[in-house]
C-alpha cells in the first residue's frame, strides 16, 4: 500500500474513533454524554449538552463548530428574579480537577441558524476547541424533545 493510501486510511480510522466514541478524551479533558434535543421543521435554533471532565490543569473551551448550523455559540442560562435570562457567552471555565455539565437550563451550546431540523436518531460531529487541550471532534445524538435529561422531569412540582 503506498503512503499516500495509508495515511488516507489511517485519517479515516481515526475520524472514525472520535465521531463514533461515547466518551472522546483530548489530554486530560475527557467529554461524555454528548446530545441536541431534536427540534421542528422552521425552527431556527437547537440545544446542545455535553459533560466535560477535566483531570489536568486549568483550561477553558474557547469554541465550537458543526455543519448543522451556521454558529454554535456557547451560553449560559441563570435566573433574575423570575425570570430567566440567557445570555451568550465567550468561554467555559473548566478547572482543573472539575467537571462541568452544559445541561439544560444551565450552561449549553446553541446551534443558531439550522440549516435542516436536528431529527430523533440522528448524530453529526461537532468540533471542540479548547485553549490548552486543542481540538477534537465528538459526535452528536439527536434525542427526541423531553428526552435524556429534560428539564421537566427534573423540576419539582
Avoid: C
Wanted: aromatic share 4%; proline share 2%.
Amino acid at each position: 500500500m503506498n503512503l499516500n493510501r495509508w495515511v488516507g486510511a489511517m485519517a479515516l480510522l481515526v475520524a472514525a474513533i472520535t465521531v463514533h466514541a461515547a466518551e472522546v478524551k483530548i489530554g486530560a479533558i475527557t467529554i461524555v454524554g454528548v446530545y441536541a434535543r431534536a427540534t421542528v421543521a422552521g425552527q431556527a435554533a437547537g440545544g446542545g449538552y455535553l459533560t466535560i471532565v477535566n483531570k489536568g490543569d486549568d483550561d477553558r473551551l474557547l469554541a465550537a463548530s458543526a455543519d448543522v448550523s451556521s454558529a454554535v455559540e456557547m451560553h449560559s442560562m441563570n435566573m433574575d428574579g423570575s425570570v430567566m435570562r440567557m445570555r451568550q457567552i465567550d468561554a467555559v471555565e473548566v478547572s482543573a480537577g472539575k467537571t462541568v455539565e452544559l445541561k439544560p437550563g444551565g450552561m449549553h451550546l446553541m446551534f443558531t441558524g439550522l440549516k435542516a431540523p436536528l431529527r430523533s436518531g440522528e448524530s453529526f460531529p461537532l468540533r471542540l476547541k479548547f485553549e490548552k487541550a486543542g481540538e477534537v471532534i465528538v459526535q452528536v445524538k439527536v434525542q427526541a424533545a423531553g428526552g435524556h435529561d429534560s428539564m421537566h422531569k427534573r423540576m419539582k412540582h
